[in-house]
Each structure stands twice: as C-alpha cells, then as structure tokens.
C-alpha cells in the first residue's frame, strides 16, 4: 500500500537559515508527490508536486523539493527561512489510481514549522 | 482562476442537530470533489469522493452523508451529530482532465465544534 511519513513533529529554524522538512515514502510504482501548507485555521494551499521529470522541483514562495528515489525520498528545502514560513507543512502521495478519474492522496501526519527571529 | 468557496466557516452545533456545510466551486468544469476532516490540526481523513453529480463513494463509514446536487456543489451532511464530529473540514477539488487531475486544491475549511 501507498504511504507517506513525516518523521519529524516539528522543525526549529533561525530565520535566514536554510530549512528542510523530511518526507519519506513507499509506493508501488512510480510516485507522484506533492507538498502542502496550511497557515493556522486556513485550508491546505498547494505548494509543489513532483511527477516526473528534474529531481529537484521548485514551487511557491522559494520552497523546492528534492526527488530521492534511492532514499524514497521528497524533503521539502527553502534557501532561508522566512518567520511567516511559520505553518503546518503536509507530504502526500497519490494512492494507486482506480478507474473513473478519482484521485486519491495518501497524507503524512504534518510537521510544524516554526521559524524565530 | 478557480476558486472554491465553503460556508459556514464556523458552526457551533449542539449534539443530535442537523448539519449542513456547503463546498462550490467556481472556473472549471466537472471537478472532482473531495470532503476532508482533520482533527486536532493534524492528519487529514478523507471522507466522501465524487467524480460527477450524484456519484458519490464513501472512504469511512459514519453518521456523515455526502451529496452533489450540482456540477460544481458539494454538500456533507447528518441527521444528527455527534461530540466526535467535532473537527475542521476541508473540501478540494481536483481537475478531471487528464494529466492535470493528479494536484487537489483546498478550501478555506469550516471549523465545527458540536457541544
């Protein structure tokens, strides 16, 4: 079964430092994976996916992602942090496809980001 | 742009009332449409799926029902709530086409506390 784990409950970072938030997965198959974040009492906004294609994908707001396929890997990376990167950040992949068009995505638990002046 | 609009985006409800929250969505056509809970600001649950009007496929089984009277419309319901329902609700949508179905798109979410 498809499956995603954010190993890592909460991150601390300096603002100006470089951040990373860990992502790893397991799928048959070849994965699909995205990144979300979602700001206290809002909706999840889509930050970047991967499919196929550059290793290292770029999204909204200066994140990246770094495609592993050895390490089953997709950490989330931002150059330096920002205080308003302050959230919740989800990984997801997308579930084996049934027929029909339904797409599913497989969430990890989340991991909060908290960036200090 | 698509835009996808939920309401209310706050309900406070006592146990055993009816409820009704509301997803629509609004620059495209024929979306896929997803219900979420998350509990405790964490992990999301997906609820109901639907890939047209009227077809609807339940992930969990629960006092919730889901309905899609209209393209773009989205609906999750209850006859009667309970303390567990409590939580924040998300609709998404996804596009149908091919090759652009695989990202969903998020709601600003309801937040239900039932008393």
């Known amino acids: 079964a498809q499956s995603v784990a954010q190993p890592e409950d909460q991150v601390n970072v300096a603002e100006g430092n470089p951040l990373t938030v860990k992502c790893t997965y397991s799928v048959s198959g070849n994965p699909y994976l995205f990144w979300y974040v979602q700001y206290p009492n809002r909706g999840l906004q889509f930050l970047l996916k991967y499919i196929t294609g550059d290793n290292l994908v770029k999204g909204s707001y200066g994140f990246e992602a770094e495609f592993n396929k050895s390490q089953t890997s997709f950490h989330l990376k931002k150059p330096s942090a920002l205080v308003s990167d302050s959230a919740l950040y989800f990984c997801?992949?997308?579930?084996?496809?049934?027929?029909?068009?339904?797409?599913?995505?497989?969430f990890g638990a989340g991991t909060r980001l908290a960036v200090h002046p | 742009s698509q835009t996808i609009h939920q309401w209310p985006a706050t309900l406070v409800q006592p146990v055993g009332s009816p409820l009704s929250l509301e997803c629509t969505v609004e620059?495209?056509?024929?979306?896929?449409l997803y219900w979420y809970r998350q509990a405790a600001g964490r992990g999301l649950q997906l609820l109901f799926y639907s890939v047209g009007i009227g077809q609807i496929s339940s992930e969990v089984p629960q006092n919730l029902s889901a309905s899609r009277p209209q393209d773009r419309q989205f609906i999750l319901s209850s006859k009667k709530l309970l303390l567990s329902d409590s939580g924040f609700y998300l609709c998404a949508w996804s596009a149908s086409m091919r090759g652009e179905k695989e990202t969903q798109y998020f709601g600003p979410g309801t937040r239900l506390l039932v008393l």
């Open positions: 997801a992949v997308r579930d084996i496809p049934l027929s029909g068009g339904y797409n599913k995505l497989i």
């Open positions: 620059g495209t056509s024929n979306p896929n």
